[in-house]
């Protein structure tokens, strides 16, 4: 499985239920590699993306807590364990987990690729991802040139697990 994520310099991912900046060339990566996937996130993040409905194009699995949660367009299950057991029927390289942060430590372990934008600034924040570089087992396999948005740089990296 992959997951994706933009990180600022501190692994900072999010601050009060928002991402801390939309970088327009990081939301065409995003698109680009999960359009046609399978995307699974948690209730909250589902509730940030605009009407609060699933993303278009890709099959969406959505974990959350509440027994009686529904939502239109995605599938809607109550564990990790779950959510695992539903993407058994599709490839693992076409499975990505895409928040939000308690997701994404839970499911670290079930990942071996994570695609992760690197922007070169410390923001106000209350939400953070494990930081890859101080994990062994995490390397990066590939990276982007540095670009820049507007003053803000930012990386792509491609980390990938060892021994996977």
């Not at 699933?54 to 939502?71: A, F």
């Not at 539903?86 to 079930?110: C, H, P, R």
């Not at 390397?139 to 948005?149: C, F, K, L, M, Q």
């Amino acid at each position: 499985m992959n997951l994706i994520v933009a990180a600022d310099k501190n692994w900072a991912i999010g601050y009060q239920n928002k991402l801390l900046i939309s970088i327009p060339e990081d939301m065409r990566f995003f698109r680009e590699e999960t359009t046609g996937k399978v995307v699974i996130m948690g209730r909250n993040t589902l509730e940030t993306f605009p009407g609060g409905r699933p993303l278009k194009n890709r099959t969406n699995i959505v974990i959350s807590s509440k027994p009686d949660y529904t939502v239109n367009d995605a599938i809607v299950v109550h564990s990790v364990e779950e959510a695992l057991d539903k993407v058994k029927a599709y490839k693992t390289e076409d499975v990505y987990v895409i928040g939000g942060a308690s997701i994404y430590k839970q499911m670290l372990e079930f990942c071996n690729v994570a695609h992760v934008t690197r922007i070169n600034y410390a923001y106000q924040a209350d939400t953070f991802f494990p930081n890859l570089d101080e994990r062994p087992e995490w390397v990066i396999e590939a990276e982007s040139e540095e670009r820049t948005y507007y003053d803000i740089e930012y990386t792509f990296y491609k980390y990938v697990r060892k021994n996977k």
